[in-house]
């Protein structure tokens, strides 16, 4: 803790005793919102997720318990952080191989990802990077970096840069060179961010007609709230692609796949190197639903640069760029239909038939 945290923080207890056991929570309720429950209760900052019938606050404990006792309230969850699934052991040797694996050049001759809308929920995207154009997007951590989607820690443009870097003869390109890229900022320069942003990216997601949502992004805490904002963009047609972790130990019979990949209404995405195997870290469970290439994948970077990462967070842009081509070739496709192309297309790996590393195996076009 710096100093000047430090000061902060002696300030805060001086100026502001009575909200020391505050903690952000998310609450769900029954029906119509009620703001008078809100007033009865002195909560007066708070953001609602009115699509899902959800609302967060930062609450004290105290007044969680006496919430908890109103009849019109759903239930009370702790907003919990989400984080960035790059795996933070590194090779120096740097391998561009993702794209072809999954066979985007070959798709190139009749789709390019045109016409399709693929948000992006990370860290933001670089603005100004020159292999990336991105088409709009928004900022939802706060006030922090006054409603700029521009990235500050490099995880968002990486993984932009697999969907939809320029096909320009420069640095890399994407699977879907010409899908339309949407920053929505839902983690911090630390590469967290809480469940709440990360509810009101997929709303933001859904109301801007979004035809993919893809998220690296993980936790290993259960939200009912995030749970239902997944299933209500679902059940609007969103397609949802989420890494699966990278929290994976190399026993089949375990399941350590994070949220929300672990949903219902989510692609579940596993990694792979080079050789088509799994890395020990990758996650695994019955949820994944497809394998990608996640090692030593180089892509676009902070300050107009590239680099090479690793992880389950690499991996989801692939499928997400693959959804893109198939979409943009096949637009009348519906979510669940997209889907079912997309496992039925797969490259089996591994055990025969679907299984708890690779699912339904590599996702080519």
Not at 115 to 144: C, M, Y
Not at 147 to 158: A, C, E, L, P
Not at 217 to 241: R, W
Request: proline share 2%; with cysteine.
């Amino acid at each position: 803790m710096t100093i000047k945290t430090i000061l902060l923080a002696v300030m805060i207890v001086v100026s502001f005793s009575l909200a020391v056991d505050a903690k952000p929570v998310i609450v769900g309720y029954n029906g119509n919102f009620d703001s008078a429950i809100l007033e009865k209760h002195n909560i007066s900052n708070y953001t609602l997720h009115k699509e899902i019938n959800v609302f967060s606050a930062d609450i004290s404990e105290s007044t969680i318990d006496e919430l908890a006792c109103e009849k019109k309230i759903r239930y009370i969850e702790d907003d919990v952080l989400v984080s960035v699934e790059k795996n933070n052991v590194q090779s120096s040797q740097v391998i561009d191989w993702g794209v072809s694996v999954v066979n985007a050049p070959s798709a190139w001759t009749n789709s390019t990802g045109y016409g399709i809308r693929v948000a992006v929920l990370d860290t933001g995207i670089s603005k100004k990077h020159p292999d990336l154009r991105v088409a709009g997007g928004v900022n939802l951590v706060g006030d922090t970096y006054n409603n700029k989607w521009d990235d500050d820690n490099g995880h968002g443009t990486h993984v932009a840069g697999i969907i939809g870097a320029c096909n320009n003869s420069v640095g890399v390109v994407g699977v879907a060179y010409d899908s339309e890229l949407y920053a929505v900022k839902v983690l911090g320069s630390n590469g967290n961010g809480r469940i709440s942003d990360v509810i009101e990216g997929i709303e933001w997601a859904v109301a801007n007609d979004m035809d993919i949502i893809s998220m690296s992004i993980g936790t290993t805490s259960y939200s009912q709230a995030l749970e239902e904002a997944c299933d209500y963009a679902y059940s609007s047609d969103a397609l949802l692609v989420s890494a699966a972790g990278n929290s994976g130990d190399g026993d089949l019979a375990s399941d350590n796949v994070e949220y929300p990949a672990k949903f219902d209404s989510a692609i579940a995405v596993s990694a792979i190197d080079h050789t088509g195997v799994a890395p020990l870290w990758s996650s695994e469970g019955n949820e994944v639903e497809l394998a990608a290439p996640g090692v030593d994948i180089y892509s676009t970077y902070l300050s107009g640069g590239y680099a090479t990462e690793s992880g389950t967070s690499m991996a989801t842009p692939f499928v997400s760029g693959i959804a893109a081509l198939v979409k943009s070739e096949n637009p009348s496709l519906s979510s669940q239909e997209l889907r079912n192309l997309l496992c039925s297309s797969a490259v089996d790996l591994g055990n025969s038939g679907k299984d708890s590393v690779y699912g339904y195996g590599l996702a080519t076009v």
